[in-house]
């Protein structure tokens, strides 16, 4: 993945002095062995350190201010393993900026019947000490996640795991930086939003650039990087013969690896995490950029196109919750309405990442029919099937919708004139239910799709930026969905006041 940063989560255990020493050594020394079993977990995506007991609310607000400014510290799990009166944790999450999970756990697993007494009982009360800390949560409206269990419970571990890709991916976007060439596609709504609320509620910045500014680089790079570039598609794809060493349109491959190279030099000198193109502002451009931003997706980048830079941004969090894996944009192009089973063709005019290729793709050649300029390079390939989902950010004015559709990918018919990589899918709960919710939530016609992103880490996401999401899944009923339609801009107008 391009530009990841380090990130660890900060395991903090709740206490107060009347306990005295002796149980208070003890309860640091159990919240250390959690931490470290959950640190060890093959189903925790990354390092949880144990950082503290916090039994002052000067120590809870300097471990808060600790927590704001470290550039590693994606997010923290409170635990009260004893009872930590809450007045104590005010000052301190009143000015925590990170995301936090509360876990609702319990050092020892199984009550000791025969021998449990008064020291047992005084030791193990999270039952009572997460109640404390869980009003002043809700008492300050802070969002969280809350997650209930023994810690050595795969379940549980599951759940940390999914909201620690979550914080990951709000990590990598504070600060992070997104490159538009050009604008938007000429007249289109949804494509459209306030990159000012965007870069105040989520942390990243999106600002424009010529194309000519990507011209100029693309010009200067040299005849032996494309050689070398071309040399490597030739081991990784099956390329037909007309674009190999020595076919007739060869050239119009080089000429794809030259916008590859610029491209990639170009977000790489601008520290960039994603970029659009438009296929309405190629001045200087010979091919509409295909392969290259298949490639650049497939490294980490996020993209979009038609200047739609809240789908790229959203793509880049997918791809640092999915690892950089099974994560592309997509587009939902068209549609098989067989009485026998709707389904949902996906593609783009070219750009599908390759992550998601169920076998090697093929580099081909075809005309574009839009743009007016030269027949782009493209991978073609089928995606793999299973479960997967699409997302859509949305901006409703006074403020961001995330809309999510859990799918089922599958086997797409032989489709031999279709010059292009494409997805199929199945949606849930069923295609006139999900289209509809979609529709009525104002979803977008350009998603992120993932084969391993979650709606659970999406949802999750969605609580630490504050916004709204909503989920169409095995359960929607489109009466109750558009109710929650309807609750959420109440909701969401009167929580977030002016600020938005
Ligand atoms: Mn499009």
Known sequence: ?????????????GSQHLYG??????????????????????RIPYKIIFKALLTTPDEITKTCIEANSSPTCAGLILWMHTFSPSKMWIRGLDILKK???????????????????????NLNQAAHGDREAGFIHTRMRLGRKVVVGHWSDSEVQDRIGAWMSAARAWQDWQG??????????????????????AEMKFGFSTNGYGVGDLVAKMKTVSDKAIDTLVADYADQYAIVKE???????????????????????????????????TFEDLHGLEQLPGMAPQ??????????????WKTAALLRAMKVMADGVGTSFMEDYTYHLSPKGHQVLGAHMLEICPSIAAAKPAVE???????????????????????????????????????????????????????????????????????????????AHHTGYSTVVTSEMLEDFATIAGIEMVRIGEDTKISDFKQTLRNNE????LAQGIRV
């Not at 109440?490 to 107008?493: G, Q």
């Open 1 to 13: 993945m391009k530009n990841l940063p380090t990130s660890e989560i900060w395991f903090v255990c």
């Open 21 to 42: 020493p002796g149980p208070l050594a003890q309860v640091a020394d159990n919240a250390k062995q959690v931490a470290e079993a959950l640190s060890g977990s093959k």
């Open 99 to 121: 995301p936090f999970l509360h876990l609702h756990t319990q050092f020892n697993r199984d009550l000791p019947w025969g021998t449990i007494d008064m020291d047992f009982m």
């Open 176 to 197: 992070g930086k997104f490159c538009r060439f050009g604008d938007n596609m000429r007249q289109v709504a949804v494509t459209e939003g306030d990159k000012v609320a």
């Open 243 to 277: 674009l190999r060493k020595g076919g007739s349109r060869h050239d119009a491959l080089r000429y794809s690896a030259r916008i590859e190279l610029g491209l990639r030099a170009f977000l790489e000198e601008g520290d960039f995490k994603g970029f659009t193109t």
């Open 295 to 308: 490639r650049l997706m497939a490294d980490g980048y996020g993209f979009a196109g038609e200047g739609d």
């Open 365 to 443: 050649i075809h005309a574009l029919g839009i743009g007016g300029k030269a027949d782009p390079i493209r991978l073609v390939f089928d995606a793999t099937t299973g479960p997967a989902l699409n997302a859509s950010l949305v901006d409703m004015g006074n403020r961001f919708r995330l809309i999510v559709n859990e799918v089922t990918a599958v086997k797409a018919p032989k489709m031999p004139k279709l010059p292009v990589a494409r997805a199929v899918w199945e949606c849930k709960p069923d295609f006139k239910t999900a289209c509809a919710a979609w529709i009525y939530a104002g979803g």
């Open 490 to 493: 109440i909701y969401y107008h």
